[in-house]
């Protein structure tokens, strides 16, 4: 009888990154969060409009996805380890900041600030989990990451909501930077382990930079409904590519690699719309709508983050026997659970309908989220890890800013009028179609596209 070889284990030096990349991915996907439940308060306690309010989260986002690609360059540059110390010290430093002010103006302002902290921490955190674990264990690592963004999303709600009846919603600003004094300590203890070195020319930053700033200008347009100048901005960032970029736009393995990755980048795009775009719906539904506390919604959120669990457990042998394409499936068909299920509860004014949407929400994330990262990262070299990271989480960054739009434009965030535009959960059903069109077009391509060199 043939018998299953064990699952191998971390060593400690491998559990200590694990632990420190985990942790960073808790405090960055908590503070998603713990902003979305606070939005309300923030709203009614500032006098926001329903445009500040959506600039809150759009702005930290807009930072992220401008600075993710110079800082995956960066972090093949300079080293991952520096690159995660600067990025969590920083974070730190402007969730102090935002806890402080008083003004619209600059809480937006430093959440810009705050979100390119964000972009140089997602890449180097992945980095250094994929230069410190070996090959037989990258599927074990990739899931305690996942799941630990998924304890982000899930089990932040609770905290959130507990502070913000306690304290308000400043709180939920000083206890993050506190939660990052630790990590700090645990990157300090992490040695810089570099990759297999590459005769490929390395990134340029400049180049990065100017590529940045047109794929700012995109998302910038996508938030603001102009699609004229959503058309400009995708020739020009395109043009500006193919200049910054010209030697590896004349290189066949760029383009194989490109439709290589568009499954996966889709599935980033419209999988994190819907589960943002959900998790936005619900703290307005559950706390304007039903009049229910911040904690309810928080506590709400408790089955998101078990269903999350089941599904970053489900999806770590899936992904160590090369099946991805079914955690994608699963993935499509939970976000058509999602927008069903979240317009039953909007339609019926239902509490318990809509804590079973974002357990949908959760089930979306835990199939998805390591599965988008662990092939698009499989598709790159070691040496070029820094990219391929920044890659993948900026798909899933512009699909957070189109899930946020989205219900800015089918619900009032200023918190004034209640009730959504079913047209909002058409998007859900359309985005878990997308997803399951994707799921097969990664299962027809197989290994075929595939070329790290």
């Known amino acids: 009888m043939t018998q299953t070889p064990p699952t191998p284990r971390l060593s400690a030096s491998e559990k200590l990154v694990v632990a420190g990349a985990a942790a960073a991915t808790y405090v960055g996907a908590s503070m998603g969060g713990a902003v979305s439940l606070a939005l309300p308060h923030i709203a009614s306690d500032l006098h926001f409009t329903a445009a500040q309010v959506q600039w809150i989260i759009s702005g930290y986002l807009l930072a992220r996805i401008a600075g993710l690609r110079p800082g995956g360059a960066l972090c093949d540059r300079l080293g991952a380890r ?122 340029s930053i400049l180049g990065e930079l100017a590529v940045a700033a047109m794929l700012a200008a995109v998302a910038y347009f996508v938030g603001q409904y102009d699609w004229a100048m959503l058309c400009y901005a995708l020739a020009a960032a395109l043009i500006l590519w193919l200049l910054v970029k010209r030697e590896a736009a004349l290189r066949p393995d760029t383009w194989m690699r490109g439709f290589a990755m568009a499954p996966q980048v889709c599935v980033g795009v419209f999988t994190f719309a819907a589960i943002v775009g959900s998790m936005l719906w619900a703290s307005y539904f559950i706390q304007v709508d039903l009049r229910q506390s911040g904690l309810v919604f928080g506590l709400g959120c408790l089955p998101m983050a078990a269903a999350g669990f089941l599904a970053c457990f489900i999806t770590e042998p899936l992904l160590a026997s090369k099946r991805s394409n079914l955690t994608f499936l699963l993935a499509g068909l939970s976000i058509l659970g999602l927008g069903s299920v979240a317009y039953i509860a909007e339609r019926n004014a239902s509490l318990p309908w809509a804590i079973s949407a974002l357990a949908f929400a959760g089930l979306c994330y835990g199939f998805a989220n390591a599965s988008v990262t662990a092939v698009i990262m499989s598709i790159f070299p070691a040496e070029r890890s820094g990219d391929a990271s920044s890659i993948a989480t900026l798909s899933k960054q512009f699909g957070q800013l189109l899930g946020i739009t989205v219900v800015a434009k089918f619900r009032d965030l200023s918190g004034k009028a209640g009730g959504s535009d079913p047209a909002l959960f058409y998007f859900l059903l359309m985005c878990g179609v997308a997803v399951v069109v994707c799921a097969a077009l990664h299962a027809m391509q197989g290994r075929r596209l595939v070329i790290r060199a």
């Open 82 to 203: 520096r690159i995660f110390l600067l990025s969590m010290t920083g974070f730190a430093v402007t969730s102090i900041f935002c806890s402080l002010v008083s003004s619209e103006a600059l809480l937006i302002g430093l959440r810009f600030v705050q979100g390119a902290f964000a972009a140089l921490l997602s890449p180097s955190a992945l980095v250094l989990l994929r230069s410190h674990t070996p090959p037989s264990k990258i599927a074990a690592a990739m899931s305690i990451w996942s799941a630990a963004g998924m304890a982000g999303f899930g089990l932040s709600p609770v905290l959130g909501g507990m502070l913000l009846d306690a304290w308000g919603w400043r709180s939920i600003f000083w206890v993050t930077a506190l939660a990052t004094i630790p990590i700090v300590f645990v990157g300090f203890r992490i040695r810089e382990k570099a990759a297999p070195q590459s005769t490929a020319r390395k990134p």
